[in-house]
């Protein structure tokens, strides 16, 4: 089912979440990203810092890196982000550098997450920031994504009994 043309947020978020799943199998923190464009997934993402030894192969950044050399433009105009989490905020300003017209998260980051959480960015009038729109409901998938999360730092401590 490559690049199935649906318009369905929890589709969108379905896709994320899925991309968290390989993040988990991979021992990586469990997020996930895709980027859509005209309805279309162009781009997906899963955290990769550990496997890469890079801080910033964060789900957004590995999504926005493949969006961006597929559209050949550093400029994501018209493009949506759904992620797994409230971004960070080195993602925050790379979402906001590629001219991100909507970002859709599932689950609250209270430690880090700098869109409502902690710096809450979108508070900023000054600066261009895209739309943002914010989990707790069923079709950005809320639920699920902050389970995955949840178990997986769960499970950590777990072994460190």
Do not use: W
Request: net charge positive; charged share 30%.
């Amino acid at each position: 089912m490559k690049n199935k043309q649906v318009k369905d947020d929890a589709y969108f978020m379905f896709r994320a979440l899925k991309e968290a799943f390989k993040a988990r199998e991979s021992q990586e923190v469990p997020i996930g990203a895709v980027i859509v464009k005209d309805s279309i997934i162009i781009a997906k993402g899963f955290n990769k810092c550990i496997a890469s030894s890079d801080p910033t192969a964060h789900a957004e950044i590995v999504a926005l890196r493949k969006a961006a050399k597929k559209l050949k433009n550093y400029r994501l105009n018209d493009c949506y982000v759904y992620a797994t989490i409230e971004p960070c905020a080195m993602c925050v300003e790379a979402l906001a550098n590629a001219r991100i017209k909507k970002i859709i998260f599932g689950a609250f980051d209270k430690k880090t997450g700098c869109y409502k959480s902690m710096l809450k960015t979108t508070d900023t009038k000054k600066l261009s920031r895209p739309i943002v729109i914010a989990g707790k409901k069923e079709k950005y998938l809320s639920t699920e994504c902050a389970n995955i999360i949840k178990d997986f730092f769960k499970k950590i401590r777990q072994q460190k009994v």
